[in-house]
């Protein structure tokens, strides 16, 4: 239904979206999810033009948006957006910020419009407060009022630019709890937005953007519990993370266990999990010790306050083997590490080799 290829937007020298590439597709709910400030609004707003986009192309049932010729008026109906400020004429009644626009835009009469308008006030719980003012409202019912406005224009798509961010807890899910039933319903959805149980339950496809890119895609059960990519993982876990480089064979392991115990006391880890990460960096780093000769092993210890797990990772040239099959099953240090750690995988690409292990919390 949208295809994005090559999507870039610049902003003077600063470039938020690179080479954005992405498919919504007819009935589909996505989050679009990533790190404050990676351009998710952007993105979202380049999408219906409220940011012209510096490059690329956007087309939407093959029309391509971005042509000179295209109406932006009709595009923005069809794909509607709702604001985190709600954005509603203050002046105006609640009925009427909905049959606004059906009458100005799409030529409806006034009774055709108000018919369809309380239809959709009742859908969103609204429709006692059809007489009401904005200000009289609170935001989560400013919300919901402004998702029947833009039901109204009979969006194909509507974007959701964190629908949730301005309103207090109870408010968010009564406002989810809409989204919800439109995403029941089978309405095609973008939805920016922060929260992450809500984005896993309510979507069939999540972009993880990053980069200036949709950095990973793919199906809820995957980028929340298995993502492949590395930022993907750190964010979704609200990873801790610290690195330590080692050159040589001669390696300082008093300053490396200094920071490790650091990092530990810094993130409140318990004694035992600490006990174990010094224990596996020294023995694994032992494992290495042939391989120094040969270039840098660098180890990331990544703490993931959301599951509370320990990752540590190994990463060395390409031409490492793996140090625990190599040292065999017999070595002390070898049976340490796979008695301790769980998971333990190794893999190699062009560049590196990564040994990885988890190491539960208790
Ligand atoms: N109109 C603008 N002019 C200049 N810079 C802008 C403009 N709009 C956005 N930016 C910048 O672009 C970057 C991306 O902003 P954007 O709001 O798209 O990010 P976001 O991922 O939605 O962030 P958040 O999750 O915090 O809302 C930010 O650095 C922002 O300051």
Redesign the pocket.
């Known amino acids: 239904m949208i295809t994005v290829q090559h999507l870039v937007k610049r ?1 003077g020298d ?1 470039t ?1 979206l690179k080479d954005v590439n992405a498919e919504i597709r007819r009935g589909e709910v996505v989050s679009i999810i ?1 790190p ?7 993105f979202l707003r380049c999408l219906n033009l409220l940011e012209q986009p510096t490059a690329g192309s956007i087309t939407i049932n093959g029309v391509d948006v971005m042509d000179p010729a295209a109406d932006v008026a009709l595009l923005r109906q069809k794909m509607n957006m709702v604001f985190q400020s709600f954005n509603l004429f203050s002046h105006l009644t609640v009925l009427e910020n909905l049959t606004l626009g059906p009458i100005r835009l799409k030529g409806q009469t006034r009774d055709q419009a108000e018919t369809r308008s309380m239809e959709l006030l009742r859908l969103v719980g609204m429709a006692e407060k059809a007489d009401s003012f904005p200000d009289e409202l609170s935001g989560g019912q400013k919300q919901r009022v402004a998702i029947a406005r833009c039901l109204a224009m009979e969006p194909e798509i509507i974007l959701f630019d ?1 629908p949730t961010s301005a309103l207090d807890p109870t408010m968010v899910r009564e406002v989810l709890s809409v989204i919800r039933r439109l995403a029941r319903d089978g309405m095609t959805m973008a939805i ?1 937005t ?1 929260e992450m149980e809500f984005a896993r339950d309510v979507s069939n496809r999540v972009f993880y ?1 990053d980069e200036g890119v949709v950095y990973e895609e793919g199906p809820p059960e995957v980028i929340f519990t298995a993502p492949t990519r590395e930022k993907t993982w750190a964010f979704i876990n609200r990873v801790r993370t610290c690195s330590y480089q080692i050159e040589t064979p001669d390696y300082d392991l008093y300053a490396i266990n200094a920071q490790v115990e650091e990092f530990c006391e810094k993130h409140v880890l318990s004694r035992k999990l600490c006990d174990n990460i010094l224990l596996i960096i020294e023995e694994t780093l032992s494992l290495y010790r042939p391989y120094l000769q040969r270039g840098p092993v660098k180890v990331h210890v990544d703490y993931s306050e959301k599951t509370g797990e320990l990752k540590l990772v190994f990463d060395a040239a390409p031409d490492a083997d793996n140090p625990i099959e190599t040292a065999g099953e017999d070595d002390l240090g070898s049976m340490l590490i796979q008695n301790i750690a769980r998971n333990v995988s190794f893999h190699i690409d062009d560049e590196r080799s990564r040994l990885e292990m988890l190491l539960p919390a208790q």
């Open positions: 902003f600063l938020v990533g404050s400030g990676c351009g998710k609004s952007t964190e920016v922060h953007m």
